[in-house]
Every structure is written in C-alpha cells, then in structure tokens.
C-alpha cells in the first residue's frame, strides 16, 4: 500500500507492508486526512516516532464486525488497555498501556490502510462530508477545553495563535458568548478570524494588561506560552492545547508569582465534534488551503509547514 512514513527522514513509500487488524480491530481504508502540528514536530523529533504518520482521518470500514463494514467513520486515536487503573477510573486517555496512532507505537493514517480498535470508531452523518469530517479530531480537542474551565458569557479569554487549531478553538469559545480575543501574527489567518465573528489582534499591537480569565495556548511555541502568561490575570488560567518539540527555556516565575493554574489539554470529545459539524455550529471548509494526492506528500508537508496556509489535507482517493 502507500504510505508516508517517518524514520529519521519523511518519505512516501509506494509498497509498505499492509497491516493486519488484531482481535478487536478494524481494517479502515484512508479516505482523506489531515496534517497537524504535531505531524510537524514528530518529524523534527517529538516523541522519538518512527512509522506511518497521521492520526486525523476520515474512511470506510473494510473489515471488521458486519454492523460497521462499509461504514464511513472517524477514528479515536488512543487505543488503550481497558484494564489498568486509569482506564478502570474513566481515564483511558491516559492509560499507561496505550498506543497513539501515528504518534506513539502504533502506525497511522498518511496511508491507504490503517488498523483501528472497533471501540474507537465513529460513524459520520451523512450530512458532513468527507472535507468536514477530517476535521473532528482536533475539534473534539477544541472542546475539550470546554470540558476542562467553565466558560459563560461573563468569562473573558483569549486564544494564542491563529493558526489550524487555534481557529477551531476560538469557534468552539464563540458559541459561549464569551468576552473572546484570539492574538497571532499572520493577517490572513486574523482576517479569518474577524470573518468568523472573532475580534483578532496582532501580537505586536497587543497591550498586554494581564486581565484574562482564561487564555488558551495554542501556538506551539515557547513565544506563545510568554505571551499567555502577560494576558491571564493572577489565579487566572491557562490551558494548553499544543505540543511543542523547540527546547527554548522559559521563565515560570510568573506562574509562581500570579498564582496562575496551567492545564494540560489534549484529546476531546468526537461525539461533540461530529454534532456541531452536522448542526452546521462549526464552520471549517474555509480553513483548507490545499489538498494533495498522497503520492505528492513531501510537497504536502511543506505546504502544511509554510504559515501562509492553514489546513494542509492527503486525498487517498
């Protein structure tokens, strides 16, 4: 099958080996996927990965249990153990045992064929395409932070970073009616922002007057965690929805000192993904910059690297 693959260099790959499903699992064809930050920083080193990349899909079941092949679905990218105490405590997100596709011991989706746990899967409506669909992996992250502050209308945040997830979180923030700001640097994607309904300020414009109750971290950079911690006020919070693989040493006095909470954010919630998608609650079709065959994947990757573009998608098809 095709594949993009890392292993100390990205490369695509015309006949990696196909996989076979495991008990419990299913054989899942690749329809369309999605390049992410951390696609990035895995290739640049993050968590010492080697494998087939990619862990936002959408595709069709092709083996598996009667009732799901031939279904088109989305996956859950944490398959877990079930038995450790974390998942027998409603934390299997962060079970000890788990692999991550296409992150963390387990191959992913930048290929025609991927193994998924039938446990993970999700059916999409009918009325979210395929272009909507892969993006219910990070907008289930994006309301994950929902799930993690309590956020109405009188709550004022801000959103660092304008870019992929930065622009689904500031969404999935808007339907609160929140006091709500999202701070990057590139004007198209602010732009984007302002079309949304979103008020955007460029970081250089911005005056920092430590008065937000909630800033979320979305930047994927050490600049950006600066940033959130001159915005939150003291006991404030800060939620991080983005990983980082650059080594540039922070200073955390301020947290000490304001008496900031950070909270790691990481995985969410599909179920509310898929609904706000079929509701029409989130728009994201504006956020695709461009889409290339899976055979054009290096070309892909750098377009996904260059800050001009948003969303950079893989057609298998």
Not at 243 to 264: F, K, M, Q, R, Y
Request: aromatic share 4%; charged share 20%; hydrophobic share 40%.
């Amino acid at each position: 099958m095709r594949a993009v693959v890392f292993n100390r260099e990205l490369s695509y790959q015309p006949n990696y080996p196909a996989p076979n499903p495991a008990e419990g699992e299913c054989l899942v064809q690749v329809r369309l996927a999605g390049i992410c930050a951390t696609d990035l920083h895995l290739t640049r080193g993050y968590m010492d990965f080697s494998g087939v990349l990619g862990h936002e899909m959408v595709g069709t079941v092709l083996e598996g249990p009667t009732d799901w092949t031939g279904k088109r679905v989305v996956c859950e990218i944490n398959h877990v153990c079930g038995q450790c105490k974390l998942c027998q405590s409603g934390l299997s997100n962060h079970c000890k045992n788990r692999t991550v596709m296409g992150i963390a011991g387990r191959d992913g989706c930048f290929a025609d064929l991927v193994t998924v746990n039938q446990k993970n899967l999700h059916l999409v409506p009918d009325s979210v395409s395929d272009e909507e669909a892969v993006f219910v992996e990070p907008l289930a992250a994006a309301y994950q932070v929902l799930a993690q502050s309590f956020i109405d209308s009188r709550t004022s945040v801000s959103v660092v970073g304008a870019g992929r997830l930065g622009l689904l979180v500031a969404q999935v923030l808007a339907t609160k009616g929140c006091n709500l700001t999202v701070v990057g640097r590139n004007p198209n994607k602010l732009l984007l922002c302002e079309k949304k309904g979103v008020q955007a300020i460029h970081v250089d414009e911005l005056v920092a007057r430590q008065d937000r109750d909630v800033v979320v971290e979305c930047s994927g950079s050490p600049a950006g965690m600066k940033v959130a911690m001159e915005l939150v006020r003291p006991r404030g919070t800060i939620i991080l929805k983005s990983t980082c693989a650059d080594n540039e040493a922070l200073d955390l006095a301020p947290i000490v000192v304001n008496e900031i909470s950070v909270v790691g954010s990481r995985c969410g919630p599909f179920g509310e993904a898929l609904n706000a998608l079929a509701r029409e609650a989130i728009e994201v079709r504006s956020m695709i910059s461009k889409t290339f065959p899976i055979e054009d994947a290096i070309k892909a990757f750098d377009a996904a690297a260059d800050p001009r573009n948003i969303k950079t998608l893989l057609s298998m098809g």
